[in-house]
């Protein structure tokens, strides 16, 4: 199995990112998926995650401003973050869960003018 991230980089405060997630070796459409973040210093915590059936939940910190969604065709993950903010600044890291859990390496976000 293997998660690979994208899309993460450096954007101003108010700025838009898109990550993705593409997933291999896996019966993707049938994993729960999942969007985390660690800050230098903090735990890793869940920002989004959207379930086989496409139900989702947020952080209170990102609700109305990200939007995870899947593409079970392209075995792929998003994440739309828009009206970044500094305290957005994390590794972001893609997860699947069902009976095992899987981790990506990891996508550096900063969030920056």
């Known amino acids: 199995v293997q998660l690979v991230e994208s899309g993460g980089g450096l954007v101003q405060p108010g700025g838009s990112l898109r990550l993705s997630c593409a997933a291999s070796?896996?019966?993707?459409?049938?994993?729960?998926m999942g969007w985390y973040r660690q800050a230098p210093g903090k735990q890793r915590g869940l920002v989004a995650g959207?379930?086989?059936?496409?139900?989702?939940n947020y952080a209170d910190s990102v609700k109305g401003r990200f939007t995870i969604s899947r593409d079970n065709a392209k075995n792929t993950v998003y994440l739309q973050m828009n009206s970044l903010k500094p305290e957005d600044t994390a590794v972001y890291y893609c997860?699947?869960?069902?009976?095992?859990?899987?981790w990506g390496q990891g996508t550096q976000v900063t969030v920056s003018s």
């Open positions: 959207i379930s086989s059936s496409g139900s989702n």
């Open positions: 997860n699947a869960e069902r009976r095992t859990e899987y």
């Open positions: 070796g896996m019966p993707f459409s049938i994993y729960t």
